[in-house]
């Protein structure tokens, strides 16, 4: 994360508060949030996460996959075009350089004379992300190119994805739902039509029930599941708060 390296927002909330602190990216803890919402049973699940821009979260038995370094599910840096616009990670090719928010903002104001809608939107100021959505719900057929590209290429890592680990629940979530249903039309049609029937038959392709509240459902998740286990009790529960063991709790993992 240019401009924030070097610095721990764990130790500084920890110093701040003398609370204990976990951390994690939004998309994770939005697929945490997502995973404990769901009805019974429990499947796991992948989250796909399409705003500005593009990442995934997975939830196994209600654990997420983290990774060595937390950078489990960083999928819009994976290379899927020779597209030689570049990513902000530095690379090109990245599957954020035609599905991310930011790159689609970019290409949309590039090509804004072939569109009047974008034309006339671009004469009160730069685009936004809801301008686009409002673009794709009126149909302009610049944005539809550039959103049903996106899709295609989100699809195919999805299914991929989806082939390796057999999920219950695939969950589209993040600002491109508001761009209307074809996006998700295409991503679960992808997925079906490529995977293995054994992984497919029973898949659930369907939007996120969330909307940012989610987030903030698994992110206290991710605190109440750390805070709540033996070990953890084992050192807090005595003094009857979890205040001031701040350092020592968030040593122990899970
Ligand atoms: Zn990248």
């Given at each position: ?32 949030g ?77 090509r ?32 539809e190119?550039?959103?049903q ?44 039509a ?6 497919t ?16 459902i ?14 953890s ?20 993992v899970?």
């Open positions: 994360m240019p401009g924030w390296d070097g610095f721990s927002p764990r130790a500084w909330l920890r110093e701040r508060y003398d609370a204990p602190v976990w951390a994690d990216n939004h998309v994770h803890v939005m697929a945490l997502e995973w404990h919402e769901q009805p019974q049973p429990r499947r796991d699940l992948l989250f796909i996460e399409v705003g500005v821009d593009v990442g995934a979260g997975l939830v196994v038995d209600g654990h997420v996959l983290r990774g060595e370094r937390g950078g489990a599910g960083a999928i819009g840096h994976i290379r899927v075009s020779a597209d030689e616009t570049r990513c902000r990670c530095g690379k090109t090719g990245c599957l954020e350089v035609t599905a991310g928010g930011w790159a689609i903002l970019l290409k949309a104001a590039e804004a004379a072939e569109s009047p809608t974008l034309s006339r939107m671009l004469r009160t100021g730069p685009l936004t992300l809801e301008d686009i959505g409002v673009a794709a719900r009126e149909g302009d057929p610049v944005v190119e550039l959103l590209r996106a899709a295609d290429d989100v699809s195919a890592v999805a299914s991929s994805l989806v082939t390796f680990i057999n999920p219950g629940e695939v969950v589209l979530g993040g600002g491109v739902l508001n761009a209307g249903p074809r996006f998700l039309k295409t991503m679960d049609a992808a997925i079906k490529n995977g293995p029937e054994l992984v038959e029973r898949l659930v392709v369907r939007p996120s029930s969330l909307s940012d509240g989610y987030g903030i698994g992110a206290a998740r991710l605190a109440l599941d750390s805070i709540l286990t033996p070990p009790l084992a050192r807090w529960l005595p003094s009857r708060t979890p205040l001031a063991h701040g350092a020592e709790l968030q040593r122990i899970r």
